[in-house]
């Protein structure tokens, strides 16, 4: 962009400890924790906070697993009633204390959750959403059934509650307590290492796999947190209400958790709480309408569809929203220092070395037995008409499709069987051909989760370090001061400079670039040209997929052309594109 983004300026502020920026938060919670012990409600105004308190952190769950991670849970009814079912007949029928139960709640829904997760995520979609409903009525049913264990329809009564809260005032006080810890760890959770992973996985899980997150565990730790706080709420539940029984824990109840977590907005803590407070209080405001049978239900869903129909991302998403645009302009981005690859210099002369590599699809045979060594320091260009396999070789290089057959040896390692995330460890950067960007992030966060990878010499401990690497970044593509934009207000040409930005970030070892220059218009081709030679210039190893000939001709020594799967040519530049099977191949065609 403009100079003044490679000047070298101060450092970048260090952020004031965590618990003096909160202190704000924890005055709020200690005035609401006074008000609800001190003050004298009424039997029906408590049960209604009761019940407001204990759901908003079964909310709280849903805007883990889908709100931040994307991954849809239609059981949580279940593991609220798991939970209360734990504390319920080990208080009441045990005689056991009531913390025990309340942590046993706890392990034993995150256990369930975990184990329900590992069973189904990895199928993703249609699946979960059937396996959890499926798990809901397995619950239900074993509670209404099992009536030697669980006294079936009759439900358990006389629940215990801890010494220390016998009285519901200072019962209330204490599940608001819990609110507002459990609220938040789930408020901080976005900007930690795992709540990074989770958005990354929900926006895009492709990108995030060759970014170095393993998608499969961080949906399973998003899973068992949201069970384990269904299981906590649930707990707190029956302590509060002394008496559960099977139908407040049914298929309905989840939908009405979900429905309360989109209402208020999925995304972010403070959602839930609107979403439970507004679903819980509604039927209270419409009491007046139960008179005329029918007409109380009507009413109820059009407010929930009209909120829905016109604040897509919840009440909360709306302000959030229109929060985060704002920032990006008032708040400036912190100033960065040049950025310093450092791509590892020990190992052999290659730097990936492939042999024999095919991928076919059925009777299609996309990538044919096919050999690439690339040098290290290189820029090394792979081309070939459409359709030739290029892109489906670098799918294969970075793991997200299994080789049919053949070899990957990165810088002495093979890494023909890793996870995507275990490759980008091992020191694989890459970009799309159709970029894929976290979008509901901000360019500085995208390229945080770059900056993340595991093995990452270049960044520190802390999230000071992290950040500072990714604007360093940034700004080597020249958008530094733009660090704090949401993606959607990027041109094309911009993203795909964030794209790279992400990938030099983790600073690899070899970067694959397919097609870069797909879809610029010239002067955003010149300033990428000028960008590769920089990235060059630093001796990182490059494998780069493109179609514009002046571009592989000037910046590859090395060109490798594939033709219906099978490499056709390979060598020096200059031959390679006199090679008279690539003249008739590859430019006769066009
Ligand atoms: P290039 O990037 O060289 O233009 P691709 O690698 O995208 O070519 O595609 C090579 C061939 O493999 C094409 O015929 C394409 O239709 C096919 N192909 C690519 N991906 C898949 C897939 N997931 N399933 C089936 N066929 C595929
Ligand atoms: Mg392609």
Not at 28 to 51: E, H, K, P, S
Not at 136 to 155: E, F, K, R, S, W
Not at 178 to 183: H, K, N, Q, W, Y
Not at 373 to 399: E, M, Y
Request: hydrophobic share 50%; proline share 3%; net charge neutral.
């Amino acid at each position: 962009m403009s100079a003044s983004d490679n000047m070298i300026p101060a450092p970048a502020v260090r952020s004031r400890p965590l618990i003096v920026r909160h202190l704000p938060y924890f005055i709020g919670a200690a005035v609401l924790v006074t008000l609800a012990a001190g003050m004298r409600f009424d039997g029906y105004i408590l049960n209604i906070l009761l019940q407001a308190t204990t759901f908003s952190i079964a909310v709280f769950g849903l805007s883990v697993v889908l709100g931040l991670c994307g991954q849809i849970n239609l059981a949580q009814a279940a593991f609220f009633g798991f939970g209360a079912y734990v504390v319920g007949l080990g208080t009441a029928d045990l005689h056991l204390n009531f913390w025990l139960c309340l942590v046993g709640a706890c392990a034993i829904t995150l256990v369930a959750g975990a184990f329900l997760g590992m069973s189904t995520l990895r199928l993703g979609g249609h699946y979960l959403a059937m396996v959890t409903i499926s798990f809901q009525q397995i619950v239900t049913l074993v509670m209404i059934n099992a009536i030697g264990i669980t006294h079936g329809p009759d439900g358990v009564a006389n629940i215990r509650r801890p010494e220390l809260f016998q009285n519901s005032q200072s019962y209330l006080a204490f599940c608001v307590a819990m609110l507002a810890i459990v609220g938040y760890l789930v408020w901080h959770l976005p900007d930690t290492k795992l709540g990074r992973a989770m958005r990354a996985v929900r926006d895009n899980e492709l990108a995030a796999g060759v970014n170095g997150i393993d998608v499969f565990r961080t949906k399973i730790y998003a899973f068992g947190i949201c069970a384990l706080l269904g299981g906590l709420a649930g707990g707190l539940f029956a302590g509060g209400f002394a008496y559960v029984s099977p139908d407040q824990f049914s298929f309905a109840e989840s939908i009405v958790f979900l429905t309360m977590s989109l209402l208020g907005g999925v995304a972010s803590p403070i959602g839930s709480v609107i979403g439970t407070g507004l679903l819980i209080l509604i039927p209270e405001w419409l009491r007046f309408l139960k008179s005329v049978p029918g007409l109380y239900l009507a009413i109820y869903g059009l407010f929930v569809i009209l909120i829905i129909r016109f604040m897509p991302d919840g009440i909360w998403g709306f302000v959030a929203d229109a929060f985060t645009r704002w920032r990006a302009h008032t708040k400036a981005p912190p100033a960065a220092a040049a950025l310093q690859l450092k791509p590892a210099t020990t190992g052999g002369d290659i730097v990936l070395e492939v042999t024999g590599l095919s991928k076919h699809f059925g009777g299609l045979k996309a990538v044919d037995g096919v050999d690439i060594a690339v040098k290290r320091g290189g820029v090394h260009a792979l081309i070939g008409p459409n359709g030739s396999g290029k892109t489906t070789t670098l799918n294969v290089l970075s793991g997200l499709y299994k080789a049919t057959s053949g070899r990957i040896v990165l810088d002495g390692t093979d890494i023909t069987t890793m996870a995507p995330h275990q490759r980008t460890a091992a020191g694989l950067g890459r970009t799309f051909q159709n970029i894929r960007l976290f979008r509901s992030m901000t360019a500085l966060e995208n390229v945080e989760i770059g900056a993340e990878r595991r093995g990452n010499t270049m960044v520190g401990k802390g999230d000071d370090a992290l950040t500072e690497r990714a604007m360093e970044a940034l700004t080597f593509v020249g958008l530094g001061s733009r660090a704090n934009e949401l993606i959607s207000s990027f041109s094309y040409g911009h993203q795909r400079l964030i794209e790279i930005a992400r990938a030099l970030a983790s600073n690899p070892t070899l970067l694959l670039l397919d097609e870069p220059a797909a879809g610029l218009n010239s002067t955003e081709k010149l300033e990428l040209h000028e960008l590769l030679k920089r990235i060059a210039a630093q001796g990182l190893t490059i494998l780069i997929i493109d179609h514009d000939m002046t571009l592989v001709s000037e910046a590859a020594q090395h060109i490798t052309v594939l033709n219906f799967g099978r490499r056709i040519a390979d060598g020096e530049s200059m031959a390679v594109l006199r090679h008279p099977d690539v003249v008739s191949a590859y430019l006769g065609s066009e």
